[in-house]
């Protein structure tokens, strides 16, 4: 094995120096006893000197861009107006948890005050809070350079949590996961933190990744990626002697149901939507709308003829890495030698761009599709498939079938509530997001959003990897019994001297600066 590795401009096949060193157990036994190390003092650090660092990490990557941006198009191929999207995207989510700390609401704070005349037993004094787990691995995604890798929602929400990180960098953007690792350790010195609040390790190779997840002073690991990969994490992190949490995000269709009424309004318009969402960043986005079910007849045939125009028009945009655009080669030569399934439409050949595909559209039935397990499969990249369903009564059946998704969409329109509201139902318990007249494409990050979803689409269905709730995978509750008022932790005090909102008795008090 190499002892070196470089990144490679997917548009050119070029190499993009410089050269990074394969990091190994070694790195990893270094980085995890550091983290562990920081530990005590990162958790007991007060809201405000979490909720600084968590900005400033912020504000140096908005100051590192000039070099940042080339180098992340130099090695994803991603347009500079994505680019610059994603950044503002991580910068935010970093801000929205320094805003989550300074709150005080993730601590969960509740508080059964003693009863000693109770009958017939006297209630003692019951105090609860959240508290971090410990050191966290996260592992950067190949499709969110940004967002979703050093800095991103993970490792924020982990910072936020009083956790520190270990990153695994994604190996096809060394350069850009070392500008930002900067960014971080520029921060943890300006706020004078232990040196083990963060890592970075680069690498190539499983046994780095299998290394960081079995070390046992990790509790908790973030991952986005393949279906294959995070299984792979989970089956590690379980056979620990402790077993530890593995929140991955892997693998959605995101179903999208078009009934009669959108289709009579406007067919062509939800068609042109479908393929901007469709081939967006070359079709490589976790809510990529993969799967369309579409009430069969005239409306549908305009929704399919619409689309295929649309598709021929649209350029094989780079794809991240070879192993992706080869997998999704695979997976769509499988689709399409299905019998009883056609491609409709196709977009234009890569051309010059090295490492590309190009955009496929399928359509089948909704009995074909039932008789074929494989047609349920992600295609990660610019493919979808068209189910034409006769009987629109069976939409809901057939979303009860469907495995856990991150999305689900209706198009509705005019007649189409009392159907619409029976796939609510059965979408409700297959998908982490249900859309109505709009694409899914596109995650706001906020407080109410959920991206997450029943297996396949994460293996913790009950969490989100974005929006403030994401802090809750990296914490957990701790009740104390008569502990003495000087022994308390301080947001378990009476006198509440970080002023966070509680729960009293089971009634809900706000913060005092909130009321």
């Known amino acids: 094995m190499s002892s070196t590795f470089t990144a490679f401009n997917p548009a050119t096949g070029e190499p993009v120096g410089p050269e990074f060193p394969e990091h190994g157990p070694a ?20 809201p405000n000197v979490r909720a600084a660092f968590l900005e400033s990490v912020a504000a140096n990557i908005e100051a590192s861009t000039e070099e940042l ?55 003692p004094d019951l105090r609860q809070r959240a508290v971090p787990i410990g050191p966290v691995a996260v592992f950067g995604a190949s499709n969110f350079p940004l967002a979703f890798s050093v800095a991103g929602g993970d490792t924020a929400s982990a910072f936020a949590a009083g956790c520190p990180v270990v990153v695994k960098g994604h190996p096809a953007h060394p350069g850009t996961s070392e500008i930002v690792g900067r960014a971080i350790r520029a921060a943890v010195a300006e706020h004078g933190l232990p040196e083990g609040v963060f890592s970075l390790l680069q690498g190539t190779t499983h046994e780095l990744g299998t290394a960081l997840v079995t070390d046992p002073r990790i509790k908790a690991v973030g991952f986005t990626g393949s279906r294959g990969g995070g299984l792979a994490l989970v089956a590690a992190a379980q056979a620990r002697p402790v077993p530890i949490p593995v929140y991955a995000e892997m693998s959605a269709v995101n179903p999208v149901f078009l009934l009669p009424g959108a289709l009579d309004e406007r067919a062509a318009d939800v068609a042109r939507g479908f393929v901007g969402s469709l081939t967006g960043s070359a079709g490589q986005l976790c809510t990529k709308p993969g799967l369309v079910f579409v009430a069969d007849g005239a409306g549908a045939d305009e929704f399919v003829k619409v689309a295929s125009d649309a598709l021929a028009d649209v350029a094989a945009g780079p794809m991240l890495t070879a192993g992706i655009a080869g997998a999704f080669d695979s997976a769509t030569s499988r689709t399409g030698g299905i019998d009883g399934v056609t491609q409709v439409g196709a977009g234009q050949a890569p051309g010059e761009v090295a490492v590309s595909s190009t955009p496929r559209l399928f ?35 057939l979303a009860e079938g469907l495995e856990g998704q991150l999305t689900a969409t209706i198009h509705l329109g005019e007649g189409d509530d009392d159907l619409a509201r029976d796939l609510l139902g059965e979408l409700e318990l297959v998908a982490g997001r249900l859309l109505v007249n709009g694409w899914p494409t596109g995650v706001d990050v906020g407080h109410t959003m959920v991206h997450g979803g029943p297996f396949p689409a994460t293996s913790a269905p009950a969490t989100t990897s974005v929006g403030s709730r994401a802090i809750e995978r990296f914490l957990r509750p701790v009740a104390y019994q008569d502990v003495p008022a000087a022994l308390l932790p301080t947001e378990l005090r009476d006198e509440n001297p970080f002023s966070v909102p509680r729960t009293v008795d089971g009634r809900l008090e706000p913060a005092p600066n909130q009321e």
Do not use: C, K, Y
Not at 70 to 91: D, F, I, K, S, Y
Not at 113 to 120: E, G, I, S, V, Y
Not at 368 to 393: K, Q, Y
């Open 69 to 123: 941006w080339p180098t992340v198009q130099a090695e994803t191929g991603l347009p500079l107006g994505r680019v610059q999207g994603e950044t503002g995207r991580t910068v935010g989510q970093l801000r929205m948890f320094a805003d989550v700390v300074r709150d005080g609401a993730w601590r969960d704070v509740r508080i059964d005050p003693a009863l000693p005349d109770r009958a017939p037993l006297p209630r």
């Open 363 to 397: 359509e089948t039935t909704d009995e074909v599709f039932a008789a074929n397990p494989t047609l349920h499969d992600e295609m990660f990249g610019p493919a979808a498939l068209v189910v034409r369903v006769s009987d629109t009564s069976r939409l809901p059946h």
């Open 27 to 46: 790195e990893v036994d270094t980085a995890a006893r550091l983290a562990a190390e920081a530990f005590p003092a990162f958790r007991a650090t007060t």
